[in-house]
């Protein structure tokens, strides 16, 4: 079964860096995107962003652009995302999602189970 | 980027009663609108995608339509654990977004 597992709970001061991972299972990491999706503590959903795990081609949300960096390493089937300068409203749960099928970029019918990260002096 | 507004923000209804939720996007998005459905403390669940196709294992009490700009989810006969926040999200181009969502509490 398809499983995205994330890396635990992170606290930053601000201006710091985090970088939160995903990794995935059963299913061939390279044949689905992922998107990064975060939520700030009682608020909706905000899209971050999106990397083909096939070629690692990117698509950040206006934004972000700057401050954040997907990747993966398809020799461990992980996504990871790096968000730098990190501000007090980074303070979210970061969730990784994966794509439904190969031709659906951006319907996520698979998730983590979040990640928590405290941005605070 | 295509901004997606929802409507109305808070519904409340009892259950077995039918939900009728709506989102609107600022420029077209053909058909590529998704809804999430999510419960306290859980990550968002995938419920309908491509406006009108109910993702794998979801209910036939769930429903899609729209296309271009004006979407709706139906919920038709409320169950206890359909009462959660509901997203829309589009896909049309490469900036995907998110709705504010519409709360869907317990009357």
């Given at each position: 079964q398809v499983q995205l597992v994330q890396s635990g709970a992170e606290v930053k001061k601000p201006g710091a860096s985090v970088k939160v991972s995903?990794?995935?299972?059963?299913?061939?990491?390279?044949?689905?995107?992922?998107?990064?999706?975060?939520?700030?503590?009682?608020?909706?959903l905000e899209w971050m962003g999106w990397i083909s795990?096939?070629?690692?081609?990117?698509?950040?949300?206006?934004?972000?652009?700057?401050?954040?960096?997907?990747?993966?390493?398809?020799?461990?089937?992980?996504?990871?995302?790096?968000?730098?300068?990190?501000?007090?409203?980074?303070?979210?749960?970061?969730?990784?999602a994966r794509d439904s099928s190969i031709a659906a970029a951006g319907d996520l019918a698979y998730w983590g189970q979040g990640t928590l990260v405290t941005v605070s002096s | 980027e295509i901004v997606l507004t929802q409507s109305p923000a808070t519904l409340s209804l009892s259950p077995g009663e039918r939900a009728t939720l709506s989102c609107r996007a600022s420029q077209s998005v053909s058909?590529?609108?998704?809804?999430?459905?999510?419960?306290?403390?859980?990550?968002?669940?995938?419920?309908?995608?491509?406006?009108?196709?109910?993702?794998?294992?979801?209910?036939?009490?769930?429903?899609?339509?729209g296309s271009g700009t004006d979407f709706t989810l139906t919920i038709s006969s409320l169950e206890p654990e359909d009462f959660a926040v509901y997203y829309c999200q589009q896909r049309s181009n490469w900036l995907?977004?998110?709705?504010?969502?519409?709360?869907?509490d317990i009357k």
């Open positions: 995903c990794k995935a299972s059963g299913y061939t990491f390279t044949s689905y995107g992922i998107s990064w999706v975060r939520q700030a503590p009682g608020q909706g795990a096939y070629n690692g081609n990117t698509n950040y949300a206006q934004k972000l652009q700057g401050r954040v960096t997907m990747t993966t390493d398809t020799s461990t089937s992980t996504a990871y995302m790096e968000l730098r300068s990190l501000r007090s409203d980074d303070t979210a749960v970061y969730y990784c | 058909s590529y609108l998704a809804w999430y459905q999510q419960k306290p403390g859980q990550a968002p669940r995938l419920l309908i995608y491509d406006a009108s196709n109910r993702a794998t294992g979801i209910p036939a009490r769930f429903s899609g339509s995907f977004t998110f709705g504010p969502g519409t709360k869907v």
